[in-house]
């Protein structure tokens, strides 16, 4: 019975986002972990050469596409899941999961009120919905959904083999680690679980969810992976060492200094749908919604109808 899995791994630069898949060498069943689709916020352009990639490596290796995995609902890309199943069910001539914690659903009630979004387009758009634990596998190889909450409160790792798949809970140890501004999030619960990451044996191997290489002097290269070892010894700012208190004052004041994510609001409104896009409007086009931020006093509209001033 295989141990180990074979792992590809797939750079998408424009997001710095790592895309896996995850397959037994002996039956060729395989997963997917967090695969990108290609967005163009200047164009609103949905495109697929990050995905389609995935599916000739999969049927160049013989693989069988078994789950589409997501560690969360990502904030800074769209996911090609659903595309994927679509895809995949028509190449291999079986349907794949598309796979999450349980724990989307608080993030699936925090935001569809905000973006407008009916509940019909989120509700039950996952196919399966990981517990905490829940023991499945790779064809023959055990693996285990673990929660990581911290950077979202649905943020899963998923232990496959000697590995770990752990999302934005960790990121390479010249990087450090990810915010926890989002709501639901919290440094508090993201150094407990980075504790949790770095209490696996110290030759497990740590793939993250995103990389920004540092440059300049330091690592110019995506890097895929870490043992647990290199991150205990040198995470910037998780090592051991690294007080909890220390930690989250850190984080809590980094966190306040930052931006919003380039693809924050189209990508949430398609991802707490899994992947999907909202229905055709009376128009014929498909509509995500951008609220608009005002800097300084918001001028008045004047209403055509009652011809009385309303404040925008």
Known sequence: MASEP????????????????????????????????????????????????????????????????????????????????????????????????????????????????PRDEFQGVFDHLFEDDEVFRVGSIEAKAIHLPGHTPDQMGYVIGGNVFCGDSLFNADVGSARCDFPGGSALDLYASVRKILSLPENFKIWTGHDYPPGGEGRTSPLPCQTVREQKERNKHLRDGVAKDEFVEWRKERDAGLGEPRLLHYSLQVNVRGGRFPRVSDAGDRMLHVPIKFEGQPWLARSTRMGQAIPL
Do not use: M
């Not at 395989?30 to 689709?37: F, G, N, Q, S, W």
């Open 6 to 117: 074979v792992i590809s791994h797939i750079f998408h630069p424009p997001t710095g986002t790592w895309q896996f898949v995850v397959a037994d060498p002996t039956t060729k069943s395989a997963v997917i972990i967090d695969p990108v689709l290609d967005f163009d916020p200047a164009k609103a352009t949905i495109s697929t050469p990050t995905a389609d990639a995935l599916l000739s490596l999969v049927r160049e290796q013989g693989y069988k596409i078994e789950k589409l995995i997501e560690t969360h609902a990502h904030a800074d890309h769209l996911t090609a899941a659903s595309y994927l199943q679509t895809r995949l069910a028509e190449q291999q001539q079986s349907r794949p999961d598309v796979c999450i914690g349980r724990r989307i659903n608080q993030v699936q009630e925090t935001f569809a009120p905000r973006y407008g979004i």
